[in-house]
């Protein structure tokens, strides 16, 4: 053993095996001080984990693999030179190679504590943040993060939805997180970034961390406030029950699709799933129901996806807005003042044709001093306000950098904006026994109320 150990300790004496050295105690202390958030894996940050699975285990071994390399290199420099000892003293403490080896390791060791007890803590407070998420990769979450800011997700965690806790899904986004942050800095990301998110982990797992089936049951009353067109921007309201329906039995949209024992699955045609060929619903009994579209041919090339939350509520929290449902909700808050004239109309036409969010006050300011001096006069400051107003809207929509702009990000609730519900729900597709779909107004939701002025609804509730 003496024999064998004693050339081996001279040998590692070379840079080479130094350095091999140094990683491997980098990479050790550095991961014991991970050691426990590492395990902690219910919902820890990608980040951290791809330090903690991926990298710091990569240095660790690339240093075990560089020491043998050293002593090879240098026994054969050595052998070659006829420099290599024939002889080898015994092993002890006054052998200088050995003391030289263990001050070393000694003191790499003792520099890696140090080091690591003050930068792990903060690193890992740090990546767990949100503003990690949406920062670190900058341009490239820029919309996710915007979106999510102005949303009621605002403060629940982008892990909580994108991971979700257990260990399986934890690693697999974490190996599809270090790809991405390749592609990151190899500037070969696509822009946008595509959604639907294929490797999403099934929304039934995450949401429902907070949202259980018995919880999300109630018939809801939605109120929808409109700004009109004209000088006045005339203020209508549509008011709906919204048949949400819970997820125990079979009634309302919930139940419906997502009810104990029911699942639903469809194939669809295109990437962003819109273009449906049919739609297979299961029932508690194990009876099969299947709707056919007749617009997509048979030999059409389709993939299956068995529905749950996400295929409905796609933007729950990157609710990304058009000019007119944003203008409205800015102006029903009154950060857009509805009383200044036209102000509905203009502000859209100027999201719509605006280049860029700089030039947005400064249209509103002129569109009022040419045309409407008499105000002008005396609302500068509202006109003001209006004109900062609708350039935030730009800002947290459009990202020109990023190739998003008003619609490029579907969103399947309703029907108004975008398909939605309609892509299955499309009084065209059939069942063999000749059911379809339905679209009947008062299926999914009552109608009390489609843009009236002052609806009654609302006055027999006392609003
Ligand atoms: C409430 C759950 C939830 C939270 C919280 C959340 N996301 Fe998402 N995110 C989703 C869903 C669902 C999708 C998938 C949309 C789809 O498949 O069409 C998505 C998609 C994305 C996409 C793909 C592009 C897109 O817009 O579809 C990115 C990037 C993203 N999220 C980043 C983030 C970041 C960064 C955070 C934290 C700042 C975050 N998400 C927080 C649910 C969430
Ligand atoms: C960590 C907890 C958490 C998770 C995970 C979560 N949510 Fe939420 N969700 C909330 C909170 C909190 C609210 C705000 C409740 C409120 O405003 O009353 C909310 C609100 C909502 C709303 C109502 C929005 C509105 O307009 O009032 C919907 C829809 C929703 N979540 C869907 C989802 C979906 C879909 C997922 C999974 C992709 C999800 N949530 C994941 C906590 C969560
Ligand atoms: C078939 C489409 C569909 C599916 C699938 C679906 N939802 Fe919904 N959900 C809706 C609609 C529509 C509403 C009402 C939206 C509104 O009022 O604006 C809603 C409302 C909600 C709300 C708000 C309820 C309230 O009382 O305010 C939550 C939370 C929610 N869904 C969570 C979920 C979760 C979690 C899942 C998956 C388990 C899910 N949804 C699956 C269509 C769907
Ligand atoms: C992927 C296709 C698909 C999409 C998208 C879809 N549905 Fe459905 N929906 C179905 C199927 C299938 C049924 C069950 C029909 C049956 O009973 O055989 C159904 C049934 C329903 C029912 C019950 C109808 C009844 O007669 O009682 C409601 C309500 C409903 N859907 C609402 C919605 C809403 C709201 C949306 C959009 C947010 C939506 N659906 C989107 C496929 C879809
Ligand atoms: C398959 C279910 C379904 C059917 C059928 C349906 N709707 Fe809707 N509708 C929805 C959902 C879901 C929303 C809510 C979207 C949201 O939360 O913003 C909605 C929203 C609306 C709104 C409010 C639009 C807005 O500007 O926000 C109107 C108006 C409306 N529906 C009218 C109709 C009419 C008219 C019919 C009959 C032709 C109909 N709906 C049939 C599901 C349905």
């Known amino acids: 053993m003496k024999g064998f150990l004693a050339p081996v300790i001279y040998l590692s004496n070379n840079w080479i095996s130094q350095l091999g050295v140094v990683l491997v105690t980098t990479a050790t202390v550095f991961w014991l001080f991970l050691l426990p958030s590492g395990i902690a894996a219910d919902n820890v940050h990608p980040y951290l984990g791809i330090l903690f699975f991926l990298l710091l285990p990569g240095l660790f071994f690339a240093g075990l693999a560089v020491i043998p390399l050293g002593i090879y290199l240098r026994k054969r420099r050595e052998k070659s030179q006829g420099a290599y000892p024939e002889d080898f003293p015994p092993l002890d403490l006054k052998h200088t190679a050995l003391r030289r080896l263990l001050t070393f390791v000694g003191v790499a060791t003792f520099a890696n504590l140090v080091i690591a007890s003050q930068l792990t803590y903060s690193a890992v407070e740090y990546m767990d943040s949100d503003k990690f998420c949406g920062l670190t990769c900058h341009s490239v979450m820029a919309p996710e993060f915007a979106a999510y800011q102005?949303?009621?997700h605002a403060r629940v965690g982008c892990v909580k939805c994108h991971i979700g806790p257990g260990a399986g899904w934890f690693v697999k986004s974490k190996l599809s997180g270090t790809w991405q942050m390749a592609a990151v800095n190899l500037n070969t990301y696509p822009r946008p970034i595509p959604a639907p998110v294929h490797n999403l982990r099934p929304a039934r797992e995450t949401c429902e961390a907070c949202h259980w089936p018995q919880k999300y049951g109630e018939d809801r009353l939605r109120i929808v406030d409109k700004f009109g067109d004209d000088e006045a921007n005339t203020r209508t309201k549509t008011v709906l029950l919204m048949r949400i329906g819970g997820g125990n039995g079979a009634a309302g949209i919930h139940g419906a699709h997502l009810?104990?024992?029911i699942t639903t699955r469809y194939a669809h045609t295109d990437d962003k799933r819109q273009s449906i060929a049919w739609v297979e619903h299961k029932q508690k009994d194990g009876k099969i129901t299947r709707y056919q579209s007749p617009d997509v041919k048979a030999d059409a090339k389709t993939e299956v996806r068995e529905?749950?939350?996400?295929?409905?509520?796609?933007?729950?929290?990157?609710?990304?807005?058009?000019?007119?449902?944003?203008?409205?909700?800015?102006?029903?808050?009154g950060t857009i003042p509805p009383s200044l004239p036209f102000i509905k109309k203009k502000a859209v036409d100027i999201l719509r044709s605006a280049k860029s969010g700089g030039e947005i006050p400064k249209a509103i300011d002129s569109f009022y001093?040419?045309?409407?001096?008499g105000i002008y006069g005396q609302r500068k400051a509202e006109i003001q306000?209006?004109?900062q107003a609708v350039q935030a809207i730009y800002d947290r929509n459009v990202f020109p950098q990023m190739n998003v702009t008003w619609g490029t990000y579907i969103n399947n609730i309703g029907h108004t904006d975008f398909p939605g519900c309609f892509r299955c729900h499309d009084d065209a597709r059939a069942s063999s026994s000749g059911k379809k779909l339905t679209q009947d107004c008062n299926t999914c939701h009552s109608l009390l109320a489609m843009d009236e002025e002052a609806p009654k609804?609302?006055?027999d509730l006392g609003k």
């Open 259 to 261: 009810g104990e024992g």
């Open 369 to 373: 001093r040419a045309g409407h001096a």
């Open 150 to 152: 102005n949303s009621p």
């Open 307 to 333: 529905m749950d939350c996400v295929d409905c509520h796609n933007r729950p929290t990157h609710v990304f807005e058009l000019p007119e449902r944003a203008v409205d909700r800015a102006m029903a808050g």
């Open 457 to 459: 609804i609302l006055s």
């Open 385 to 387: 306000q209006a004109g």
